[in-house]
């Protein structure tokens, strides 16, 4: 409900609706079908957390565009700033311009006061791979720790690194030097244990995973404050902390990929404000634009120092554009203090799924922080076993009810809660009660 007490998401067809179902047999024959599965809807227009598509149905969004929007929808400021520099300048390659002075000035600004340089990219794979290429660079040596059900992109480094088979399939063998552990997915943990006694059974796995595997030539972890892709898995309170201080042990460098989990989407600016982490690379993107192909690295200069001119480069990153919405979008965090509301939201609806959770056979689990929350569904809470065809109806059901959601996990099973931080109550309360009666439906 709105403000006024009014419903927002109306969908008055069957879905797709005429107008949309031309778009998708139009594009069907045009591009080729490799992405991934969506509510059959054609948008035309959004606002905040409001979605219209070209039949004029209205719904309301969980997905941020994939965790991007942090923003919201077309936020008139972000528009203006975009469109004054497209009108200006649009790209002039590494050539300098006083726009990404700014963003660069600004993007450091926000960062932990040890993360002193940036450099801007255009997609989280590219900060992803270059923070690799860093960590090989500044040690000498190119054994990369990373963890099982990692996302880091589908680039060749990118996906050697990550732990989805997805990236990976049928494209081996991955460049060596990738050493993958487990990450502690809790809900589904292999020794059966349970994080507030286990001790951090997997730390002792981790150890002997490396031990096993490692040539001697170790440079450096990369890790998701939470898995994205694999489930909005998050790990116990202080395995980070745990993790950063083993890699220090062991004279690696530490690089946390928070492509998805910065500006604000867990309810402080960066996820690693939560443990106090201090690494020494760090890859944003997604939210630093929010709907802008914009990222980039942050990094301690003397880690990112290893690079010398002409060693990193992208053609799009740092134009003109997209450092005029990297400023924007920090001003409008800042200044409407989306982190904040991206918490209080946050605890509200995780409250209310936990609910919903006690009551529905099929969710076996909900976990998050801030406005990325993780609704995973089982055919069976006594045997765990993954739902992903129900997933996939889930995310049909929503939609006709005027709720668009998306499915992650490495069973494709987990629904993703992570609308836009700007989120009202009004807004939450009826997305919540839509995503209750579509459950009801299956």
């Given at each position: 409900m709105s403000a006024s007490g009014t419903t927002i998401a109306k969908v008055t067809t069957p879905l797709p609706g005429p107008k949309s179902k031309a778009l998708f047999d139009r594009w069907e024959k045009a591009e080729a079908q490799c992405a991934g599965y969506q509510a059959q809807v054609a948008w035309d227009h959004a606002k905040g957390v409001v979605v219209t598509d070209v039949d004029g149905n209205v719904f309301l969004d969980w997905t941020s565009g994939v965790l991007v929007t942090n923003v919201g929808h077309c936020h008139p400021e972000l528009v203006r700033a975009i469109q004054e520099a497209a009108a200006r300048l649009l790209n002039n390659y590494e050539c300098l311009n006083e726009p990404r002075v700014i963003a660069a000035e600004k993007l450091v600004s926000v960062t932990p006061p040890h993360l002193d340089r940036c450099f801007f990219l255009s997609t989280g794979a590219e900060t992803t791979e270059g923070a690799l290429r860093i960590m090989k660079r500044k040690t000498g040596n190119y054994e990369i720790v990373s963890?099982?059900?990692?996302?880091?992109?589908?680039?060749?480094?990118?996906?050697?690194?990550?732990?989805?088979?997805?990236?990976?399939?049928?494209?081996?063998?991955?460049?060596?030097?990738?050493?993958?552990?487990?990450?502690?997915?809790?809900?589904?943990?292999?020794?059966?244990?349970?994080?507030?006694?286990?001790?951090?059974?997997?730390?002792?796995?981790?150890?002997?995973?490396?031990?096993a595997n490692t040539t001697g030539s170790l440079a450096g972890v990369i890790v998701e404050p939470y898995q994205g892709a694999a489930g909005f898995i998050f790990p116990p309170e202080g395995w980070l902390t745990r993790l950063e201080a083993w890699a220090r042990a062991g004279g690696m460098l530490f690089t946390l990929d928070e492509v998805q989990s910065s500006f604000?989407?867990?309810?402080?600016?960066?996820?690693?404000?939560?443990?106090?982490?201090?690494?020494?690379?760090?890859?944003?993107?997604?939210?630093?634009?929010?709907?802008?192909?914009?990222?980039?690295?942050?990094?301690?200069?003397?880690?990112?120092?290893?690079?010398?001119?002409?060693?990193?480069?992208?053609?799009?990153?740092?134009?003109?554009?997209?450092?005029?919405?990297?400023?924007?979008?920090?001003?409008?965090?800042?200044?409407?203090?989306?982190?904040?509301?991206?918490?209080?939201?946050?605890?509200?609806?995780?409250?209310?799924?936990?609910?919903?959770?006690?009551?529905?056979?099929?969710?076996?689990?909900?976990?998050?922080?801030?406005?990325?929350?993780?609704?995973?569904?089982?055919?069976?809470?006594?045997?765990?076993?993954?739902?992903?065809?129900?997933?996939?109806?889930?995310?049909?059901?929503?939609?006709?009810?005027?709720?668009?959601?998306?499915?992650?996990?490495?069973?494709?099973?987990?629904?993703?809660?992570?609308?836009?931080?700007?989120?009202?109550?009004?807004?939450?309360?009826?997305?919540?009660?839509?995503?209750?009666?579509?459950?009801?439906?299956?």
């Amino acid at each position: 409900m709105s403000a006024s007490g009014t419903t927002i998401a109306k969908v008055t067809t069957p879905l797709p609706g005429p107008k949309s179902k031309a778009l998708f047999d139009r594009w069907e024959k045009a591009e080729a079908q490799c992405a991934g599965y969506q509510a059959q809807v054609a948008w035309d227009h959004a606002k905040g957390v409001v979605v219209t598509d070209v039949d004029g149905n209205v719904f309301l969004d969980w997905t941020s565009g994939v965790l991007v929007t942090n923003v919201g929808h077309c936020h008139p400021e972000l528009v203006r700033a975009i469109q004054e520099a497209a009108a200006r300048l649009l790209n002039n390659y590494e050539c300098l311009n006083e726009p990404r002075v700014i963003a660069a000035e600004k993007l450091v600004s926000v960062t932990p006061p040890h993360l002193d340089r940036c450099f801007f990219l255009s997609t989280g794979a590219e900060t992803t791979e270059g923070a690799l290429r860093i960590m090989k660079r500044k040690t000498g040596n190119y054994e990369i720790v990373s963890f099982h059900g990692a996302f880091h992109g589908r680039t060749a480094a990118a996906a050697a690194a990550g732990g989805l088979v997805g990236p990976k399939k049928q494209y081996g063998p991955t460049i060596p030097g990738a050493i993958r552990a487990p990450f502690p997915y809790c809900y589904r943990c292999p020794f059966n244990a349970k994080p507030d006694s286990c001790g951090m059974l997997c730390f002792d796995l981790l150890d002997d995973t490396v031990r096993a595997n490692t040539t001697g030539s170790l440079a450096g972890v990369i890790v998701e404050p939470y898995q994205g892709a694999a489930g909005f898995i998050f790990p116990p309170e202080g395995w980070l902390t745990r993790l950063e201080a083993w890699a220090r042990a062991g004279g690696m460098l530490f690089t946390l990929d928070e492509v998805q989990s910065s500006f604000g989407r867990t309810g402080k600016f960066f996820a690693m404000e939560w443990e106090g982490l201090t690494p020494d690379l760090v890859c944003i993107g997604k939210g630093i634009g929010s709907g802008a192909p914009a990222s980039a690295i942050v990094a301690r200069s003397e880690v990112i120092g290893a690079l010398a001119r002409g060693e990193m480069s992208s053609t799009l990153g740092g134009n003109p554009l997209a450092s005029a919405a990297v400023s924007a979008v920090i001003e409008i965090m800042l200044k409407e203090k989306l982190a904040d509301n991206a918490l209080r939201m946050g605890e509200m609806m995780l409250a209310r799924l936990k609910e919903i959770q006690e009551r529905c056979p099929y969710v076996g689990d909900v976990r998050g922080k801030g406005l990325v929350i993780g609704v995973e569904l089982v055919k069976d809470k006594a045997t765990k076993e993954p739902a992903p065809d129900l997933t996939r109806k889930l995310i049909d059901v929503a939609a006709q009810h005027g709720l668009l959601i998306g499915s992650v996990g490495i069973f494709g099973n987990v629904v993703r809660v992570a609308p836009p931080l700007v989120i009202s109550e009004a807004e939450a309360m009826e997305s919540l009660e839509l995503f209750a009666r579509a459950l009801g439906e299956l």
